[in-house]
């Protein structure tokens, strides 16, 4: 038996319209087999650290899906289904890990136009009468503020001090770089514009107990994807040293 010229054409529209199924299937199967990793932080941390490595991260990693998250609230484990989270505070979250990625060290930063406008160098108590860039205030405090930064000075502020608020910190930041004030800097997060000279430090560094912690939800041991990915931020925060201070040698959790 032979095929008509009629059943010819329907057998290779039949053929070609299997072989597309098939290549589909395979495809979602291979799709299904990638592995997935949540990584929760806030908005400043993903695009001022994060954003610039993804590709390191990828590299290292490439095939798992990397899904970024952000959030200005402080982690919650009720909420949330990261598999990593990056959170900033005293890193003291029950029913998880917690590694320290960086200390929390502030400095004051302006762009070198606004500093040259308003006769650089600046003393602390010159940042009175200038605008000072925030973020919304929180109670309790979850990080330095400008009231808490001018104590460290001996300095009272009053009500006269001007300031901008921004209610996420790549806005305070956008706005320092524009010179509309001078911005609460925290490091590495500013590094990058430090070394490239778009902003200047413009007051003294200070350091509080608070920091950047690596979080795993849940208590059981990391599977070796999210292994090599806590070893790997570890190692990447540990090569930050602040000016004039040797890189510190990173020392991993078992």
């Not at 009468?129 to 930064?149: H, S, V, Y």
């Not at 608020?165 to 509309?180: D, E, K, W």
């Amino acid at each position: 038996m032979i095929l008509t010229a009629t059943g010819e054409r329907l057998y290779q529209i039949v053929r070609a319209s299997l072989q597309e199924i098939s290549e589909q299937v395979e495809k979602i199967k291979l799709k299904k087999q990638r592995d997935i990793l949540r990584i929760d932080t806030d908005m400043g941390f993903a695009s001022f650290w994060l954003l610039p490595r993804l590709n390191q991260l990828q590299s290292l990693i490439p095939n798992v899906d990397v899904q970024i998250s952000t959030s200005p609230n402080e982690f919650s484990l009720r909420d949330s289904s990261a598999h990593l989270a990056i959170s900033f505070g005293d890193g003291q979250i029950p029913g998880c890990r917690s590694d320290k990625l960086f200390p929390e060290l502030v400095i004051p930063v302006c762009s070198p136009q606004f500093a040259a406008r308003h006769g650089a160098p600046l003393g602390a108590a010159d940042l009175l009468r200038l605008p000072l860039l925030n973020l919304p205030d929180t109670r309790p405090a979850r990080w330095l503020n400008w009231r808490e930064w001018f104590h460290l000075q001996r300095l009272e502020p009053d009500d006269n001090v001007t300031s901008l608020t921004f209610n996420a910190y790549s806005l305070v930041i956008q706005a320092a770089l524009r010179g509309q004030g001078i911005a609460l800097g925290w490091k590495p997060l500013v590094d990058q514009f430090l070394d490239s000279g778009e902003l200047v430090a413009c007051g003294t560094e200070c350091k509080t107990e608070r920091g950047y912690y690596l979080i795993q939800p849940g208590l059981e041991p990391c599977s070796i994807i999210y292994q090599k990915v806590k070893e790997w931020l570890i190692t990447e925060s540990f090569s930050f040293k602040p000016r004039g201070q040797p890189a510190i040698t990173p020392t991993l959790a078992v």
